[in-house]
């Protein structure tokens, strides 16, 4: 009888140590997986935490976590708040970090339409990135993703995707991590609202991504997005140049909101004054809204704007209305 018990044990023992091995196994072994901000709401149990952090990829299994809880007794334990948790952490660290409330996290809003240098400035000014190492690496995104860069991407360059939100970073965080986190943004927004709608356009994610880059460092009122874009596609319908002063502004040297006429002449892929079509890439990153205007703009056969001076625009459809209309805002 002795001896048996004794095997049970050993048994058990064995069992629970295996159980501990598997269940403490890391979603990635890697090593390199981006951070993500997960959200533990007041008064969420440990099954719906443990389905939270399934569903954000952070474990592999919403079963064998919450066991794994329950053995480490802190079932009762586990704080509310935003964890920067990654894929390549072992469950026990994870469960670690929410028992002790380790939470240390700043809040960064990226307004749309900021340009990298303008989020790698906010981001540097806010002490969480190194400006130049931030713009080295969001102007490569090989020196990020590698090889699995989760979208085509057809430059070099993130411009454009790094996706306007709030966002909670953590002191010491990695610049490749923010990327990856804001990238990681922009691809649950498209999956859920762009995609469906990019089935039935003729245009790739890429080239809505571009136009509505330009569409929203154009428009000051949220009700001219459809206006702008509309003018823009029956632009590109008819092969006529975008003449987009906002694609001008991006390779300017000087940071100012008037185009020159010197600037006209500026050799660039993104100058659209001289070179037909979209340029190479956004030029800043645009919100949904603006992508949603590209893909659903408004019913026009309109083919030029001119600024009344009031942050929103007067719409032309043939060129010597579009002259009329300047001498009457004073052009």
């Known amino acids: 009888m002795v001896r048996f018990l004794f095997f049970l044990m050993v048994l058990v023992c064995a069992a629970l140590a295996a159980f501990f091995v598997v269940s403490n196994r890391p979603l990635d072994s890697q090593g390199d997986a981006p951070g993500k901000v997960v959200r533990i709401e007041p008064g969420m149990g440990t099954r719906q935490i443990a389905q939270r952090l399934a569903q954000e990829e952070i474990i592999a299994s919403a079963s064998l976590f919450e066991l794994l809880v329950r053995l480490e007794g802190a079932q009762h334990e586990l704080q509310a708040g935003a964890y920067l948790l990654r894929a390549d952490m ?34 540097a000014e806010k002490g969480l990135a190194d400006r130049e190492r931030f713009m080295e690496l969001a102007f490569n995104a090989n020196l990020v993703f590698g090889e699995a860069l989760p979208f085509d991407l057809p430059i070099a360059s993130l411009e454009g995707y790094l996706f306007p939100d709030t966002y909670y970073f953590s002191e010491g965080q990695k610049e490749e991590e923010i990327i990856g986190q804001m990238v990681s943004r922009f691809l649950q927004v498209v999956e859920e609202e762009v995609l469906p709608l990019l089935e039935e356009s003729h245009l790739s994610l890429h080239e809505v991504v571009t136009l509505a880059s330009i569409v929203e460092r154009e428009i000051m009122v949220a009700e001219e997005r459809p206006l702008v874009a509309s003018v823009y596609l029956n632009r590109l319908a008819v092969d006529m140049p975008l003449q987009a002063d906002p694609t001008v502004r991006y390779v300017t040297e000087e940071d100012r909101p008037v185009v020159l006429y010197r600037d006209l002449e500026i050799d660039s892929p993104y100058n659209t004054y001289r070179y037909p079509g979209l340029p190479p890439g956004p030029i800043a990153s645009p919100g949904l809204a603006s992508m949603l205007a590209v893909l659903q703009p408004a019913d026009t056969d309109y083919y030029f704007f001119v600024s009344r001076r009031d942050g929103t625009h007067e719409f032309t459809r043939t060129y010597d209305e579009h002259l009329r209309a300047r001498r009457m805002y004073g052009y």
């Open 90 to 123: 072992r469950p026990l660290e994870i469960i670690e970090q929410i028992r002790s409330g380790r939470v240390r996290l700043v809040p960064v809003v990226i307004p749309e339409g900021f340009e990298i240098k303008q989020i790698a400035a906010l981001l």
